[in-house]
């Protein structure tokens, strides 16, 4: 039997599966400090839920992502501080994000991330690190169409240009 066949968390991981989930712990330790301050900032009940789904989701995808590095023998990135919580009412107006402005960050951060983890899933021999990062792709999709429909309910979708009336076919 080759070094590739068997249990996969007994095989080794390859260069680009190290670099790719080490990234992917250091991004979701940014997002896990960029979510807690969105968290301070934001106003809506039902923002507020999703910003806790996603700190939540960084939370494990860091867990996990660590615990893959070490067992491994590779050192993972350093964990930020955790953010304070701040009362909406004490942060200036003009220093606030607003909700509309979280919802198109966390909207297009989750589809950022949802690419990273197609591309994790594309290079990977291991299958346990694939169906990992399968499992995060997964999670990230649900998350988005929530933040999709949040967006929508609200009125904070800018979308893109529309075509709502078709040019007539022209017949030759």
Known sequence: MGILSGNPKNEPMHYGEIFSVWQFS???????????????????KDLKKILEALIDQARLEIKECDTLLNENGIAPAPVLPERPEAKLEDIPVGARF?????????????????VACSQVMGQS???????????????????GVKILQLTKEKGWLVPPPLQVKRPEAVEV
């Open 26 to 44: 250091l991004v979701a330790k940014g997002a896990l400090s960029f979510y807690q301050a969105f968290l301070n900032h934001a106003g809506d």
């Open 98 to 114: 607003t909700d509309p402005e979280i919802a198109a960050k966390i909207a297009s951060d989750t589809s950022l991330g949802m």
């Open 125 to 143: 021999i291991r299958e346990d690190i694939g169906a990992l990062f399968a499992k995060y792709h997964l999670t990230k999709t649900a998350l």
